[in-house]
């Protein structure tokens, strides 16, 4: 029985600690949460809550550190005011496709930054389309995430750096937070 007991307990010990891709080993991670985003530099906005969903690929190039690359539907935008107490959602959502450095700082627990390009697919204040929003957005995503027994807890700030509209100068800005469940190949 002790024995018995021993190797279950290496068993999940080596499942645990395989948390990140080995050197040359890819993985397919897909996932889905949420995004808490709003508006840079408008005025009368508040967070909109929003779907993230997709995959993304990692490669695992060095021991401690691997590049990703994924597709992720994102809904971005903001909860506007109107005089008289009246609110209306600015719905920009985005197609996205962030690709990341990870850095593990120990096993399962990775820092990333990259960059990540986006591409409009809905905008409109409620149920009326906007015509000056850009089709292509460009963000800066660093965050964190940490994974036991394939299971990945990501968060993400997303930093715009090109303007929404045609007009004005504001930016998309959002946090992700999602679950996933990496699938090595």
């Known amino acids: 029985m002790k024995k018995l007991m021993i190797i ?3 068993m999940v010990a080596a499942v645990s600690a395989k948390a990140q891709n080995e050197v040359g080993q890819a993985s397919i991670k897909p996932m889905a949460g949420i995004n808490l985003a709003t508006m ?3 005025d009368n ?7 993230a969903a997709g995959l993304e690929f990692e490669y695992g190039v060095a021991e401690n550190f691997g590049l990703s690359a994924g597709v992720l539907y994102s809904m971005q935008g903001a909860k506007i005011d109107i005089v008289g107490n009246d609110k209306v959602t600015m719905k920009l959502d985005y197609i996205n496709i962030p690709i990341l450095a990870n850095y593990y700082i120990v096993k399962g627990l ?8 986006g591409f ?11 015509d000056d929003v850009k ?7 660093v965050g964190l995430s940490y994974e036991f027994s394939n299971v990945v807890l990501d968060a993400r700030y997303n ?5 929404a509209f045609k007009e004005g100068d504001s930016k998309n ?3 992700t937070i999602t679950l996933g469940y990496r699938i090595p190949f």
């Open 120 to 130: 409009n697919v809905q905008k409109k204040l409620d149920d009326v389309k906007l």
């Open 110 to 117: 990775a820092i990333k930054a990259g960059v990540q390009p």
């Open 45 to 51: 906005t508040k967070m909109r809550v929003g779907l």
């Open 173 to 175: 800005s959002y946090f």
């Open 8 to 10: 279950a307990i290496m």
């Open 40 to 42: 840079t530099k408008a």
């Open 135 to 141: 089709g292509f957005a460009l963000s800066i995503p």
């Open 159 to 163: 930093w715009g750096l090109t303007k």
